[in-house]
């Protein structure tokens, strides 16, 4: 459970700070092809289990 409230803070970080960003964001990723948001998809996965495994390791 605290993992997910530690996501849910994280995630509410840009929303509070800069409503303004992330609306433009959303119109930058509603624009973008599936293809490119797949790749940026996949990219995030990897590089988020590269640092789950280095977190783990450490």
Same mark, same amino acid.
């Given at each position: 459970m605290t993992i997910i409230g530690v996501v849910?803070? $994280?995630e509410g *970080?840009?929303?509070f700070t800069m409503p303004?960003?992330?609306?433009e964001m959303?119109?930058?990723?509603?624009s973008a092809e599936p293809?490119? $948001?797949r790749? *940026?998809?996949f990219g995030l996965m990897i590089g988020?289990?590269?640092f789950v495994a280095f977190g783990r390791s450490v």
């Open positions: 849910m803070i $994280l *970080i840009p929303y303004k960003k992330v609306k959303a119109e930058i990723i509603l293809r490119t $948001l790749y *940026i998809g988020g289990l590269v």
